[in-house]
């Protein structure tokens, strides 16, 4: 018998860490999780920071658990091959030259950058036509231009800005100031020209302050002595460049060829294409990772998701709601029902607002027009993703469902029918498997892709009923025609002059 071989994923988040040991077949054998000491976190206006200290704690202790629980299954060190790790997009630490924080870590949803992103923009217009997006607040650029300007001590004070995984991995190498091309998107990365952009030079003191990049997957060092002892892992782990937590979740869903979607649905609707070119979109909703192999990763976000089961379903058995809402399927009720003002994505209108047309008092075929209504976002977005990547209908394939809304078979079905594709639900699509991934790629078990194939495993597939299509297709046109009526669909996120919808 083979001896068991193991890689570790580990996924820093912003409340806590989460390792996972895992087989190359997919094999979950081990976890560890910690939340984070969150005492000195600043949760004000639109500033958020932590400790990141509390970072490196959670992760050494997630990862003791992990190694515990292996040892509790007989397991030795000796069947680790190699670790990588995932963390937020956008969150940026300023270090000094031994890899400590020289402050708080500038969380990724932080939007205290706003006139910062504004110049950025300016000055690197052409830059951002040519990668197909535009630099927000939450971006890592934008933070470390705001705190050359309004905090010079600070500023100064790093020798350089690295993001929340790159910390981690500083830790457990010893070598500091590496990154990869997934986490360094936000600060500015030329991901089709594989380099720091020359416009950079034009922030002063900015450019020798960012770190070294590399590819997703790359070796980057091994686990040094002090971080062996500290997590109880062995001396000389291959430690491998990761990727952002979205991205890495991305990886986990079993999404592996050109035209594969991945739509994440939560408290909001998170989609993530798989293309062979990036998105280009005037809006900037849309943005564009690079994963090895040439491939790109198209991806954004809609305010629309399962929030309005929160708000309006909470005290309900939802699987018989779920199994009553099956008659009034597919529904000529038409509902978008968006919980809160303004919508990003597939459209953007800051004056979207939920409605549901004809009204009804009836719960369960109000609760099915939202189902099927929540289906026809995640359509339009796929028709979006088209237009911005230059692709059409025909080169898509399956849609890899992730998120709690995905765990309702009857809604999985039901978005199988609308959108005519084949759904599947991963077993476990979580980022530190895909981190796990990582790991396993590049430390020799194959190809990115010929990994996810390997390790990925599939927990539910639904195939669309074609009988139903029809109906589909016609009340899917009703509900764009109403989303023009009200002015909406104008401000779509596809390119101009592109926009057929």
């Given at each position: 018998?083979?001896?068991?071989?193991?890689?570790?994923?580990?996924?820093?988040?912003?409340?806590?860490?989460?390792?996972?040991?895992?087989?190359?077949?997919?094999?979950?054998?081990?976890?560890?999780?910690?939340?984070?000491?969150?005492?000195?976190?600043?949760?004000?206006?639109?500033?958020?920071?932590?400790?990141?200290?509390?970072?490196?704690?959670?992760?050494?202790?997630?990862?003791?658990?992990?190694?515990?629980?292996?040892?509790?299954?007989?397991?030795?060190?000796?069947?680790?091959?190699?670790?990588?790790?995932?963390?937020?997009?956008?969150?940026?630490?300023?270090?000094?030259?031994?890899?400590?924080?020289?402050?708080?870590?500038?969380?990724?949803?932080?939007?205290?950058?706003?006139?910062?992103?504004?110049?950025?923009?300016?000055?690197?217009?052409?830059?951002?036509?040519?990668?197909?997006?535009?630099?927000?607040?939450?971006?890592?650029?934008?933070?470390?231009?705001?705190?050359?300007?309004?905090?010079?001590?600070?500023?100064?004070?790093?020798?350089?800005?690295?993001?929340?995984?790159?910390?981690?991995?500083?830790?457990?190498?010893?070598?500091?100031?590496?990154?990869?091309?997934?986490?360094?998107?936000?600060?500015?990365?030329?991901?089709?020209?594989?380099?720091?952009?020359?416009?950079?030079?034009?922030?002063?003191?900015?450019?020798?302050?960012?770190?070294?990049?590399?590819?997703?997957?790359?070796?980057?060092?091994?686990?040094?002595?002090?971080?062996?002892?500290?997590?109880?892992?062995?001396?000389?782990?291959?430690?491998?460049?990761?990727?952002?937590?979205?991205?890495?979740?991305?990886?986990?869903?079993?999404?592996?060829?050109?035209?594969?979607?991945?739509?994440?649905?939560?408290?909001?609707?998170?989609?993530?294409?798989?293309?062979?070119?990036?998105?280009?979109?005037?809006?900037?909703?849309?943005?564009?990772?690079?994963?090895?192999?040439?491939?790109?990763?198209?991806?954004?976000?809609?305010?629309?998701?399962?929030?309005?089961?929160?708000?309006?379903?909470?005290?309900?058995?939802?699987?018989?709601?779920?199994?009553?809402?099956?008659?009034?399927?597919?529904?000529?009720?038409?509902?978008?029902?968006?919980?809160?003002?303004?919508?990003?994505?597939?459209?953007?209108?800051?004056?979207?607002?939920?409605?549901?047309?004809?009204?009804?008092?009836?719960?369960?075929?109000?609760?099915?027009?939202?189902?099927?209504?929540?289906?026809f976002i995640e359509q339009l977005a796929h028709e979006v993703l088209d237009q911005v990547t230059g692709e059409t209908s025909t080169k898509r394939c399956d849609i890899f469902a992730?998120?709690?809304?995905?765990?309702?078979?009857?809604?999985?079905?039901?978005?199988?029918?609308?959108?005519?594709?084949?759904?599947?639900?991963?077993?476990?699509?979580?980022?530190?498997?895909?981190?796990?991934?990582?790991?396993?790629?590049?430390?020799?078990?194959?190809?990115?892709?010929?990994?996810?194939?390997?390790?990925?495993?599939?927990?539910?597939?639904?195939?669309?009923?074609?009988?139903?299509?029809?109906?589909?297709?016609?009340?899917?046109?009703?509900?764009?025609?109403?989303?023009?009526?009200?002015?909406?669909?104008?401000?779509?996120?596809?390119?101009?002059?592109?926009?057929?919808?």
């Amino acid at each position: 018998m083979a001896p068991l071989t193991l890689f570790v994923g580990l996924d820093i988040g912003t409340g806590g860490a989460r390792a996972m040991a895992v087989s190359a077949t997919g094999s979950l054998v081990a976890t560890g999780q910690e939340n984070f000491d969150l005492e000195h976190q600043v949760r004000q206006g639109s500033w958020h920071e932590q400790n990141p200290h509390s970072w490196w704690q959670a992760a050494v202790v997630a990862l003791q658990k992990m190694g515990q629980n292996l040892t509790d299954l007989g397991v030795g060190p000796k069947a680790l091959r190699a670790i990588a790790v995932a963390g937020t997009s956008g969150t940026v630490v300023g270090i000094d030259p031994a890899g400590r924080e020289t402050g708080a870590g500038i969380m990724y949803n932080d939007g205290r950058a706003v006139n910062q992103a504004e110049r950025l923009n300016l000055l690197a217009s052409r830059f951002c036509q040519k990668v197909g997006y535009q630099f927000a607040p939450s971006f890592a650029l934008a933070k470390i231009l705001w705190l050359a300007e309004n905090a010079p001590q600070q500023f100064h004070a790093a020798r350089y800005f690295i993001h929340q995984a790159d910390f981690i991995t500083s830790r457990l190498t010893g070598v500091p100031a590496v990154s990869d091309y997934s986490n360094s998107l936000k600060t500015g990365y030329d991901l089709v020209d594989d380099r720091w952009p020359t416009w950079i030079n034009e922030l002063p003191d900015v450019r020798e302050k960012l770190p070294r990049v590399v590819a997703p997957g790359t070796r980057i060092g091994e686990i040094h002595g002090p971080a062996a002892a500290a997590c109880h892992l062995p001396k000389g782990l291959p430690v491998i460049a990761g990727a952002t937590d979205g991205t890495a979740g991305f990886l986990a869903s079993g999404a592996n060829q050109p035209g594969d979607d991945s739509t994440t649905l939560g408290t909001t609707l998170v989609f993530k294409r798989l293309s062979k070119r990036p998105g280009h979109d005037t809006q900037g909703q849309v943005y564009s990772h690079k994963l090895p192999g040439g491939l790109w990763l198209p991806g954004a976000a809609s305010n629309t998701g399962s929030q309005w089961i929160r708000t309006g379903y909470a005290d309900c058995d939802l699987e018989q709601l779920s199994t009553q809402a099956l008659q009034y399927l597919p529904s000529t009720t038409l509902c978008y029902p968006l919980t809160t003002q303004g919508e990003r994505f597939p459209f953007h209108c800051d004056q979207a607002t939920r409605f549901c047309e004809p009204e009804t008092d009836h719960s369960v075929r109000r609760f099915a027009a939202s189902l099927q209504g929540t289906a026809f976002i995640e359509q339009l977005a796929h028709e979006v993703l088209d237009q911005v990547t230059g692709e059409t209908s025909t080169k898509r394939c399956d849609i890899f469902a992730t998120g709690g809304g995905s765990r309702n078979d009857h809604w999985l079905q039901l978005r199988a029918d609308v959108t005519g594709r084949t759904v599947h639900r991963p077993a476990c699509p979580e980022s530190a498997f895909g981190s796990a991934i990582l790991a396993a790629a590049g430390a020799g078990l194959g190809d990115l892709w010929q990994v996810i194939r390997q390790m990925v495993r599939i927990e539910k597939t639904m195939v669309p009923d074609l009988s139903r299509k029809d109906r589909y297709d016609i009340y899917y046109e009703n509900f764009k025609s109403l989303l023009r009526a009200k002015g909406y669909l104008r401000n779509s996120a596809a390119p101009a002059g592109k926009n057929s919808l």
